[in-house]
């Protein structure tokens, strides 16, 4: 019938084994660095409760209020506070990107 080029047959073999190693990087990120964040988020949590504990004057929504502008001013670029985010910074949606920008650059 009709020759397939080598080429064509390489490119078949590449794409599903580059696909599975940025899955694996992706899962191994995310196992490595979601358990830190997941304790550093509980760290937060009782910092928090304690702060709120020792600080009898301030309220939990006046709190709650002063943490939403510093996460604001964060998104955008001032330093006001440390990154406390909602967001999880390594989801396997960002570590998978994450993976593939190592790829890309390192190989």
């Known amino acids: 019938f009709c020759e397939v080029r080598r080429s064509t047959v390489l490119l078949h073999l590449y794409?599903?084994?580059y696909s599975m190693y940025l899955l694996v990087g992706a899962i191994l990120f995310a196992l490595i660095e979601g358990p830190i964040e997941k304790n550093y988020t509980e760290e937060l949590r009782r910092?928090?409760?304690?702060?709120?504990?020792?600080?009898?004057c301030v309220s939990d929504s006046e709190l709650e209020d002063l943490i939403v502008e510093i996460i604001r001013a964060n998104n955008r670029g001032v330093s006001a506070a440390r990154n406390?985010?909602?967001e999880p910074n390594w989801s396997f949606g960002q570590s998978f990107f994450f993976s593939s920008t190592i790829v890309t650059t390192i190989g």
């Not at 910092?47 to 009898?56: G, K, P």
């Open 15 to 17: 794409i599903p084994f």
């Open 84 to 86: 406390v985010t909602g």
């Open 47 to 56: 910092f928090r409760t304690d702060f709120l504990e020792w600080n009898t």
